[in-house]
């Protein structure tokens, strides 16, 4: 059965730091993979989205995640971290047209 | 404008309650979801509608029905609603280009 993870639960970085937040899926297709972002007592934002073409793409804030089908992974980075960063994220891979794997979320948590 | 929206954003009842959450979407996609996340915050789809058609029932008790009057609304009926039931629940609606979008939740807290 198609899963994701991720295998950091929490994550503390400093202001200003790089960031990276791993993501490995399993999926027997090309899949669709997304990174979503919750901020406290909020809805989930989608960050960004893979399909298929470039292997690295951009998305909101700042933030870009690289597909790599050999490690079937999609990190997300940010090159500089803003105390506006904490939130928990999301990484989840399209299963099918109407399915959404989720994984199990990273909290982020920035030191000023 | 919001695009999904969903209410009430904060629900606590008592168990045996029975309730509702109401969902709309303005972006006029055919697909519209059902979402629970946990305390640890795990979310786990709960129905899919596609034009009105129900798609997916991840083996959800039957307590739990879902009704789309129309494709820009997916409404979530919980009867008998026990401490269990406590969770965030996430409605969503996605379209051409499989990307989802989420409303801001509904809190349900069962006492």
């Known amino acids: 059965a198609q899963s994701v993870t991720q295998p950091d639960i929490h994550i503390t970085v400093s202001e200003g730091a790089s960031l990276e937040l791993r993501c490995n899926y399993s999926y027997g297709a090309t899949p669709y993979l997304f990174w979503y972002v919750q901020s406290p007592g909020q809805g989930l934002q989608l960050l960004l989205k893979?399909?298929?073409?470039?292997?690295l793409v951009q998305g909101i804030k700042g933030f870009e995640a690289e597909f790599k089908r050999s490690q079937s992974s999609f990190n997300l980075r940010k090159p500089s971290v803003h105390w506006s960063d904490a939130a928990e994220y999301f990484c989840?891979?399209?299963?099918?047209?109407?399915?959404?794997?989720f994984g199990t979320g990273t909290r982020l948590k920035v030191l000023a | 404008d919001t695009a999904v929206s969903q209410t009430p954003k904060y629900l606590v009842t008592q168990m045996g309650n029975d309730k509702s959450i109401k969902c709309e979407q303005n972006l006029g996609h055919d697909t519209m979801y059902w979402y629970k996340q946990d305390s640890k915050k795990f979310l786990k789809i709960m129905f899919s509608?596609?034009?009105?058609?129900?798609?997916i029932n991840e083996t959800v008790p039957n307590r739990f029905s879902p009704k789309s009057p129309d494709k820009a609304h997916l409404n979530l009926h919980i009867n008998s609603l026990e401490l269990g039931d406590s969770a965030v629940y996430f409605c969503?609606?996605?379209?051409?280009?499989?990307?989802?979008?989420f409303g801001e939740g509904s809190w349900l807290t069962v006492v």
């Open positions: 509608y596609n034009n009105k058609e129900l798609i």
């Open positions: 989840a891979v399209g299963e099918g047209t109407y399915k959404y794997i």
């Open positions: 969503a609606s996605g379209g051409q280009g499989n990307t989802i979008y």
């Open positions: 893979y399909f298929s073409g470039d292997t």
